[in-house]
């Protein structure tokens, strides 16, 4: 979508809040468009392919990692971007980018390694994924990490304390003042729930830890599904299920268009700052925020609760402890560039590298420290 169709309440690239460090406008692209392709090429999002989201790299090719849900959230959010007259790049590139800064294990590693890092500041996934590209990344002459727009970084930036907002400055000034951020980050966020909704589905049932007949009792799942078996009853149980998800997909999408377009009408915000000064403009209805909010209690309560994510859960925690505690107590075991940063900060250092993990890698940097061999 070219800029000059987009609503006036949209992120316009040309009037960016601009970068940390100036640079020279691209050529041949817009400024959101250039964050995009700083993020895909970065070294964080080729190691998102081996990062989880349930379930550990290892245990099947077919389930969701970090990667391939960062995908399904910037066709989400692109999709919805578009319908609304949003810049779609944008969504994109925040959609890309959220998730730079996760641990491996998903959130069994996070909350590890914030256990960890309890006395020396904690630790959060957003404000370490706003650590990979305004300090982490290594890929340019003229400055530390990806140097983004204001915009992308906001985004990005989708829950903050008080105490780390003021320490972040502008783009954590929202969260002292209660102010949203662009419509464009309203939107993917929403996308990355749908997405991860919905693929757990996917994935639980695919691993067997979800059953068709526990999902049946979900009033979103059940809707879709009674309809796809009305109108193909002889239909395959695994095409009913990609059926129906691509259904729930479906409408989602459609209820978050309607209301967020709802909402913006009523509030008809003028400019973007119009928007950062609203109430959340983009949503759900109440009716599909209920039925979204089931779904989520049902899956915490059945798949992320279930004793075998249970199990490899607390293998991956013990995992990241056990990395953590043997850095801090001897940082000398930590690569040659991380012992430079953990000269200044061990702590914080030690996160990194440990965040920085992929499944794999954690697994085998365990047992490389743990693991005595005949």
């Given at each position: 979508?070219?800029?000059t169709t987009l609503a006036p309440y949209a992120a316009h690239s040309d009037q960016s809040r601009g970068r940390r460090h100036l640079e020279s406008d691209p050529v041949s692209r817009t400024q959101f468009q250039r964050d995009r392709d700083r993020i895909v090429h970065s070294t964080a999002f080729r190691r998102l392919?081996?990062?989880t989201q349930v379930f550990v790299n290892h245990e099947g090719d077919l389930f969701r990692t970090r990667l391939t849900h960062s995908l399904e959230v910037a066709q989400i959010?692109?999709?919805?971007?578009c319908s609304l007259n949003l810049n779609e790049d944008l969504v994109e590139a925040i959609a890309l980018a959220h998730d730079l800064g996760h641990t491996p294990f998903g959130h069994a590693g996070q909350d590890a390694l914030h256990e960890c890092m309890k006395p020396y500041g904690g630790f959060?996934?957003?404000?370490?994924s706003l650590r990979v590209v305004d300090d982490l990344e290594e890929r340019y002459a003229a400055f530390d990490g990806l140097n983004l727009t204001f915009e992308t970084r906001e985004g990005i930036l989708k829950h903050c304390s008080a105490k780390n907002a003021r320490k972040l400055g502008d783009v954590g000034e929202r969260f002292l003042l209660k102010r949203q951020p662009s419509m464009e980050a309203q939107i993917a966020n929403l996308a990355d729930e749908i997405a991860y909704n919905n693929h757990d589905i996917d994935d639980g049932l695919r691993s067997g830890l979800l059953q068709l007949a526990q999902l049946e009792r979900v009033p979103l799942f059940e809707r879709h599904a009674a309809t796809v078996r009305t109108?193909?009853?002889a239909i395959a149980e695994r095409r009913m299920i990609n059926e129906t998800i691509r259904r729930m997909i479906n409408a989602l999408v459609v209820d978050l268009t309607a209301e967020s377009r709802r909402r913006t009408a009523e509030a008809a915000p003028v400019d973007i700052?119009?928007?950062r000064t609203a109430a959340p403009l983009a949503a759900f209805s109440a009716a599909m925020r209920r039925e979204a909010d089931d779904l989520k209690s049902f899956l915490h309560d059945n798949l992320y609760r279930h004793y075998r994510v249970m199990r490899m859960s607390t293998k991956a925690r013990r995992i990241v402890a056990d990395?953590?505690?043997?850095f801090l107590d001897e940082p000398r075991l930590l690569p040659l560039d991380h012992q430079k940063r953990a000269a200044v900060d061990a702590p914080r250092a030690i996160a990194d590298y440990v965040a920085g993990m992929t499944d794999r890698y954690a697994i085998k940097e365990h047992e490389r420290l743990f693991a005595i061999r005949g």
């Open positions: 979508m070219s800029e392919e081996y990062k959010g692109r999709a919805v971007a959060e996934h957003n404000l370490q109108e193909h009853p700052d119009a928007v990395l953590f505690t043997a």
